[in-house]
């Protein structure tokens, strides 16, 4: 276990211009809650000259969640925010539900949203709800904003579509139909060796008809299994249109099961991991239209939200 | 590079220590101020033996660089007890309880029930269970640390119906 960290400068600019300014430089980095640098920084994974906090900058806090207008949240916002905010919980269960989840629960007071995604860590659960959600990323180059849909945030392993220069200022989630659920879930073992794979998550997003018979509208993504989390559009096109019940779930997560190669360690867990995307992905679907049957329009509570 | 005097304000009092931007709030608090009642096992973000409050909540002081956590109020596990020596409710519960063993990991619990049960005065067994969830003990079985501080949640709010 190395004990200490390689020097570098800690810089704490106020706008977002200076920030990228100062993060364009070789071997800078920008810095938000700092749980993920500070932890492979310790691990001697990676090594930086410098780093810039952009805790300080001006702008970056803003927090808003309204089941009308949808949910919006800068880069400086900490997990626990949401964690604690009940709109989240009643109308974007699954990224609330892997909030809960987290481990430890330490993680919520320190790390920001935005800097979870931006790690573009595989096995992270945040990524894998925001999808569900249809999230979409804000990204600034101190001048102008651009947006981006969470599906196109990740390009590679480890790398997200950010060029030099821009960071994410915010990340907007739309606000979900009226009559819609959604729902998190993970599977996970002990790890044995440190490269283990050893989790598998999955959300959904559920829409149905105002008699809450017919599906209208679907998202089904299974994380952990690859360098991004990936949406089952299959699955997606064959939910839409059925009546909600069991069979469609049943049905849908054959689709999921068959459509993910995760990647594997060794050659039995292949199969065993193939089941758990079945049974995530038919839960948390059955789940998600569960929560869309059971609530009542958002509009009669609008009242409360402020 | 870049030494500078760091300012703490740590559990009430302000601490002022020469740091490093690289340095860890762990290492800052146990070993430039001196208060070695908090630990450092995995530094990895995992076991909570370094837990101390910023602002109230529980964090990891193995991932948290000591220079953002200047001018913040700090909490560690010295200053649960009362200006007159007397242990706070939940340092006596662990004694009655036998709630501590080797005693490593007994900081980081008790400064994660403290956060608990200023959240919660009156928790179930399962909202103490999710709260310590991010402690790891690997002697007691955690059966007498949440005995104790659930016997430590109600005498604390019997003390402040008797004082009400
Ligand atoms: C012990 C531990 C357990 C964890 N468990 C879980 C878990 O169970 N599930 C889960 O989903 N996650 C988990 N996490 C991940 C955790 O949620 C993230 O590490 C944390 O939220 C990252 O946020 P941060 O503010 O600390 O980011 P930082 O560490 O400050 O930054 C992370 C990365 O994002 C970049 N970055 C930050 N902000 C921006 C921005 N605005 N624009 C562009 N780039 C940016 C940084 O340059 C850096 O590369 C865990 C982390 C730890 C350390
Ligand atoms: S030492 Fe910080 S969590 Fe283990
Ligand atoms: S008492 Fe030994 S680790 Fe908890």
Redesign the pocket.
Known sequence: MGRVIQPFEFVEPSTIDEALGLAAAEGS???????????SMRRGEVRYRRLVS?MGVGG?GGFRAHPKHGLEFG?QV??RQLANHIWVGKRWAALHE?IE????PH?MN???????L??A?PY????TSLYAHRAVIRIGDGRSDRELPIDDFYIGPRM?A?GRG????SIFVPPPLADAGSAFKKIYKARRRSNDLHKINAAAYVALDADKETIVDATLVIGSVGAKPVRIAKAETVLRGQSAGHAAYEAAAEIAAKAVEPMTDAAWVEEIRSEWIRLLARDVLEQAASRARSRHDPAEDAHLAF | MARQIGSFKINGRVREAIIEPQMLLVDVIREKIGLTGTKRACA???CGACTVLVEGLPV?SC?TLAITAQNKDIRTVEGLRAADGELHPLQQAFIDHCASQCGFCTAGMLMSATALLEANPRPTRDDVNRGLSGNVCRCTGYVKIVDAVLDAAQKIVAAREVTA
């Open positions: 980095r920008l810095f938000a809650g700092g749980c993920e640098l500070v932890l952009i970056l880069a900490k997990i892997a989840q987290l481990h430890p993680i320190m790390g920001t949203v935005v800097g979870n931006c790690s860590v992270y659960d945040l990524p997200t950010l821009e960071m994410v200022t | 990895s973000g995992n990891c991932l």
